[in-house]
Nanobody, 117 residues
Framework: QVQLVESGGGLVQAGGSLRLSCVASGSTFSIMRMAWYCQAPGKQRELVARITSGGMTSYVDSVKGRFTISRDNAKNTVYLQMNSLAPEDTAVYYC???????????WGQGTQVTVSS
């Protein structure tokens, strides 16, 4: 099972930016589909963005045009660039490696993002 370690969260004012990083262990990262999820207090964990091994991306509507998922296979790292942050983006953000059914098979420990108004 792949090990995932997220970083880059923090406290930012509304309108600000953050870049989250997720480093994966193992030699199969380049063929993995990866995703970012978020979980706000009292809510279920939900998908934010996905990226295929070939770099194709998809986003939930609420972050389109503001967030960008990308990957660097040489560094076994997937990123989430978050711009124009709003208080409703406040959540713990988790990196996930997706299984062949596009379901999360491995999770990182999460990184807290807090956006103040």
């Amino acid at each position: 099972q792949v090990q995932l370690v997220e970083s880059g969260g923090g406290l930012v004012q509304a309108g600000g930016s953050l870049r989250l990083s997720c480093v994966a262990s193992g030699s199969t990262f380049s063929i993995m589909r990866m995703a970012w999820y978020c979980q706000a207090p009292g809510k279920q964990r939900e998908l934010v963005a996905r990226i295929t091994s070939g770099g194709m991306t998809s986003y939930v509507d609420s972050v389109k045009g503001r967030f960008t998922i990308s990957r660097d296979n040489a560094k076994n790292t997937v990123y989430l660039q978050m711009n124009s942050l709003a208080p409703e983006d406040t959540a713990v953000y988790y990196c996930a490696a997706l299984d062949p059914f596009q379901l999360p098979g491995s999770w990182g420990q999460g990184t807290q993002v807090t956006v103040s108004s």
